[in-house]
């Protein structure tokens, strides 16, 4: 039924770009909060980026400021985050995630009800 799947992850050099998308079935995209979370290996999983249901606010950690873009296809169900000048400090995997019952933005983990598997980003020369 309902479903998040990233893609989009991969190697690059430090100073590269990557795009993940994450395809969200089964909702109207429109009504939820939807971030990015990643995690690296011995480290927490951490709140990236978020969206309003609206698309109007976005929010960034301070690390990935003006560096990376998350935005929003609601036709399409989709959601984007563009990462550019790519650090080593940014290899993790890297999930979407949606609230259920909440088109606000938040940076903490359980306020999230559904999770994507995640997709490898490594950033190395």
């Known amino acids: 039924q309902e479903q998040l799947v990233e893609s989009g992850g991969g190697l690059v050099q430090p100073g590269g770009s990557l795009r993940l998308s994450c395809n969200a079935s089964?909702?109207?995209?429109?009504?939820?909060?939807i971030a990015w979370f990643r995690q690296a290996p011995g480290n927490e999983r951490e709140g990236v980026s978020c969206?309003?249901?609206?698309?109007?606010?976005?929010g960034y950690a301070e690390s990935v400021k003006g560096r990376f873009t998350i935005s929003r296809a609601n036709a399409e169900n989709t959601i984007f985050l563009q990462m550019d000048s790519l650090k080593p400090e940014d290899t993790a995997i890297y999930y979407c995630?949606?609230?259920?019952?909440?088109?606000?933005?938040?940076?903490?983990?359980?306020?999230?009800?559904?999770w994507g598997q995640g997709t490898q980003v490594s950033v190395s020369s």
């Open positions: 969206i309003a249901s609206d698309g109007r606010f976005t």
């Open positions: 995630a949606l609230r259920a019952r909440s088109a606000l933005c938040s940076e903490y983990v359980p306020f999230y009800d559904y």
């Open positions: 089964g909702f109207t995209l429109g009504d939820h909060a």
